[in-house]
């Protein structure tokens, strides 16, 4: 269980002047987990999260969250670097969550496309017959 997420380090930067308009940006995104430290009850967990806009820019966040469970997760990841399934999907996804609504927020603050694809409207054809 998630008892506490927090963001410790932000790092934001537009590479290209603000005029400079390419036909496509490539977004990629990644999550990178550095450590995980056993603190009482709890295993800290610390991370990285990474938005590249191509030649565009890009945004860096590090911190931290803190996961209480039943598993020795320290251990396992000491071993082979890698979190029981089960934890990291639940890790993996409030770490993604949290990171790309501020990444979202960065990115309009840097002038940068939002790193999520924006939703598209389609007008509705007129329906013609019975009904």
Do not use: C, H
Not at 34 to 44: C, I, L, Q
């Amino acid at each position: 269980m998630i008892k506490d997420l927090e963001i410790t380090s932000i790092e934001g930067r537009r590479y290209a002047p603000i005029d400079t308009r390419p036909q496509e940006v490539r977004i990629d995104q990644n999550l990178t987990i550095a450590d995980v430290k056993k603190e009482g009850e709890f295993s800290r967990i610390i991370y990285k999260f990474t938005s590249s806009f191509s030649s565009l820019g890009g945004i860096s966040l590090e911190g931290t969250l803190l996961y209480q469970g039943s598993e020795d997760i320290e251990s396992r990841w000491r071993k082979d670097k890698s979190l029981p399934e089960t934890v990291a999907n639940e890790v993996q996804t409030a770490i993604f969550s949290s990171s790309i609504i501020e990444t979202i927020l960065l990115a309009r603050e840097l002038r940068l496309p939002p790193p999520i694809p924006m939703p598209t409207l389609q007008k509705k054809k007129d329906v013609v017959g019975f009904g």
